[in-house]
């Protein structure tokens, strides 16, 4: 099983942004980030998530691929389409994550994926994924 990566060094400092058009996963999302002791923005929309990258740097979007009207893909085009967010990992959120969803997430260096409802192990793997890569 992986280390508690709650006190993980790595993980000082490091900045999500949580992005889902569904409220309550945006609730519940940043309570488990925050418990796992990584500093989190939250956006309600594709449009959001963009605006509040212009603000701040981010290691690791977690975006939901489902949202309208601009939808995780769109949102991906568009980061993918800005050089300085060419390194910023972009993990792929949905409840349903099919084999035309997952290759279509590839096309813009989308590596990881979590399928919802995601488990604290799940999330923990990815952040440690992440961390790692720097």
């Given at each position: ?45 594709g449009a959001?998530?963009l ?36 390194q ?47």
């Open positions: 099983m992986l280390d508690n990566i709650k006190n993980a060094p790595s993980l000082n400092g490091f900045n999500v942004l949580l992005v889902d058009d569904v409220n309550i996963n945006l609730v519940l999302g940043k309570r488990l980030l925050t418990k796992l002791g990584v500093n989190v923005d939250i956006a309600d929309s959001q998530c605006e509040k990258m212009n603000l701040n740097d981010y290691h690791l979007i977690l975006l939901d691929i489902q949202m309208e009207p601009m939808t995780g893909l769109e949102t991906m085009a568009r980061i993918r389409k800005q050089a300085r967010w060419n910023v990992s972009i993990v792929a959120v949905s409840s349903s994550l099919t084999e035309e969803v997952i290759s279509q997430c590839r096309a813009f260096s989308v590596e990881q994926f979590l399928k919802r409802p995601f488990l604290k192990a799940d999330l923990e793997a990815v952040l440690s994924s992440v961390a790692k890569k720097g």
